[in-house]
């Protein structure tokens, strides 16, 4: 016969067991909503990652194709005879301190410079510009800026001083983008030399003014002798 106290500590016993096992279940319970929440998340991560990787060879890609695109631009200039410069301009003014010129190599290639000798900025084209040539020159310039036609380009000839000191005759073409609405946004243009060309001219008029000059004197003789 249990006497009453152990009936009282049999009573308490059973009493703790089963809440120890609303305990237990209560854990259990919350485990496995952690571990659900937590699959979920790896889930959530490994589609993570998959986009990701995704991401990651779609910019090796494009950096592959924009190298191979620098490559051949690079290439180019070493086998074209122009040299280029892009205005980048900001706030739809060309005059603006943020507006920016830049030079290609072959640019400067042409007239003797670097990079270093030759910086990016108009002041660098205004020391070699031949003054006699750049007012004109700018005027053209300016004419492209203020046409309302998107086709428009100009073509002007003007020489700049060659490193070695000697002015050299250019030919270049000029042409801007604008957006939808009218917004210029850049000015590039080309620049060839084009010295054989003035020389070619300047011999042709020398010899047309020696065949008009040969033909004066013996027009003299003729009308000397007639008369």
């Known amino acids: 016969i249990l006497k009453q106290s152990d009936k009282t500590q049999l009573i308490n016993r059973a009493q703790s067991a089963e809440s120890n096992s609303t305990t237990l279940s209560d854990e259990i319970a919350e485990l496995k909503s952690q571990l659900a929440s937590t699959q979920q998340l790896n889930e959530s991560l490994s589609e993570q990652v998959q986009q990701l990787n995704a991401n990651t060879v779609e910019l090796q890609n494009g950096k592959h194709f924009l190298e191979q695109n620098q490559a051949a631009w690079h290439l180019a200039q070493t086998v074209i005879s122009e040299g280029y410069w892009d205005l980048k301009v900001a706030d739809n003014d060309p005059d603006s301190p943020n507006s920016l010129i830049t ?125």
Not at 139 to 146: H, I, K, R, T, Y
Not at 191 to 202: G, T
């Open 103 to 227: 030079w290609s190599d072959k640019f400067r290639e042409l007239i003797g410079y670097t990079k270093e000798e030759f910086p990016e900025g108009w002041d660098s084209y205004f020391a070699v510009a031949h003054p006699d040539d750049l007012n004109a020159t700018m005027a053209s310039f300016n004419d492209l800026m203020e046409s309302d036609d998107p086709n428009f380009q100009y073509v002007t000839e003007y020489r700049m001083k060659h490193k070695n000191g000697e002015y050299i005759w250019f030919r270049e073409h000029g042409a801007c983008l604008r957006d939808a609405q009218g917004i210029l946004l850049r000015v590039v243009g080309g620049a060839r030399n084009i010295s054989d060309e003035k020389m070619a001219e300047a011999a042709q008029i020398q010899k047309n003014e020696q065949v008009q000059s040969n033909y004066k004197q013996i027009s003299h003789i003729v009308d000397v002798i007639t008369n």
